[in-house]
């Protein structure tokens, strides 16, 4: 077994089995939300590496913790109400994911602390003043660095080398967006990319979407990172493979469905720091004391089938650079 089935199965095997661990002296049984972007199925080896995570740290769910979840299924606007909820509940911490949750948890309360398990730039969009010092009650970790998006597109230019049109399918529900078109604009500049920028928020502009991406005679696909489109995966890539589009995407989700190749931080352990962020609030740290934390390991997965499909070599530059490669 390699490196990463193993990391994918023995956070299920967990799901599949009681947790175990020595439980803590009885005392509060403390009470986490957990704010998920899509769907149970979907996220099940991320929030089972956040469960094993907490274990590890002592934490015994139905004994000295409680994790409710809530899942908006693509839809960003169900998040208000679960942070009423969480608000109603007297939840001690809620763990979102993504940037719509965190802002609605930010804009839903000031007291409880929010633990971001992923979020994009948590500056711009005004739900921290600093990364090293957030103040307020949100902390945890984005999965932005400065170069992710120019890395993709330089990804996507060692993959498909002709490529000189590219189009970028994106969320404009998703309030990150916006502010990192203006970085890929820059990075397609200097790689002498044409960009078609296509705004996509339901599977009816989908369908649209991708009638504008060949229109504007594009020839490789770009998706940024929104856990929306995550959703929409098998329907993007079949779409894109119809249309012989190669094309670099954000999770690893798209590659396992037929896309050609991701490259994205690796969520796992950004979902087992969470936990470690949760651990020290619950102890008595404040989140607006604990700086936010930025990736450090990106992985790149490729599809060598997919690559087969649409009639491309893939260079060995690329495939022994890539953390897992998909037969």
């Known amino acids: 077994m390699n490196r990463r089935a193993f990391l994918r199965a023995a956070p299920l095997a967990l799901l599949a089995s009681p947790l175990a661990g020595e439980a803590q002296q009885a005392g509060k049984v403390s009470r986490i939300m957990f704010l998920g972007a899509s769907s149970a199925a979907l996220e099940s080896d991320r929030v089972a590496v956040f469960r094993q995570g907490l274990r590890d740290l002592g934490y015994i769910e139905g004994q000295n913790v409680v994790i409710e979840y809530r899942w908006a299924e693509g839809h960003y606007d169900r998040y208000p109400a679960f942070v009423a909820e969480a608000v109603?509940?007297?939840?001690?911490?809620?763990?979102?994911?993504?940037?719509?949750?965190a802002i609605a948890a930010r804009e839903g309360t000031r007291t409880i602390p929010i633990v971001t398990a992923t979020i994009g730039d948590p500056i711009a969009v005004g739900v921290v003043s600093s990364v090293a010092h957030p103040g307020g009650n949100v902390t945890g970790l984005t999965s932005m660095s400065p170069e992710i998006d120019a890395k993709r597109l330089e990804l996507l230019k060692e993959l498909v080398p002709s490529v000189s049109r590219v189009a970028v399918l994106w969320n404009p529900g998703n309030p990150n967006a916006k502010f990192r078109l203006p970085n890929l604009q820059a990075a397609a500049k200097s790689l002498r990319l044409k960009l078609e920028l296509v705004g996509v928020r339901d599977d009816e502009g989908l369908e649209k979407g991708f009638g504008a991406i060949v229109a504007?005679?594009?020839?490789?696909?770009?998706?940024?990172?929104?856990?929306?489109?995550?959703?929409?995966?098998e329907r993007i890539v079949e779409l894109a493979?119809?249309?012989?589009?190669?094309?670099?995407?954000?999770?690893?989700?798209?590659?396992?469905?037929g896309g050609l190749a991701s490259?994205?931080?690796?969520?796992?352990?950004m979902f087992r720091r969470a936990a470690g962020y949760v651990d020290k609030i619950l102890k008595g740290a404040k989140p607006g004391e604990l700086p936010i934390e930025q990736p450090t390991k990106f992985d790149l997965v490729v599809n060598l089938k997919a690559a087969k499909a649409l009639g491309l070599t893939i260079p060995p530059s690329v495939l022994g650079r890539a953390d897992e490669v998909i037969q």
């Not at 504007?216 to 995966?233: F, K, N, T």
């Not at 493979?241 to 469905?257: D, H, I, T």
């Open 241 to 257: 493979s119809k249309r012989r589009l190669p094309g670099l995407y954000p999770y690893r989700e798209f590659v396992k469905v």
């Open 263 to 269: 490259y994205a931080p690796n969520y796992p352990a």
């Open 88 to 101: 109603g509940r007297k939840v001690d911490v809620i763990v979102t994911e993504g940037t719509p949750a």
């Open 216 to 233: 504007a005679r594009s020839q490789a696909l770009m998706v940024p990172s929104d856990l929306a489109l995550l959703s929409r995966r």
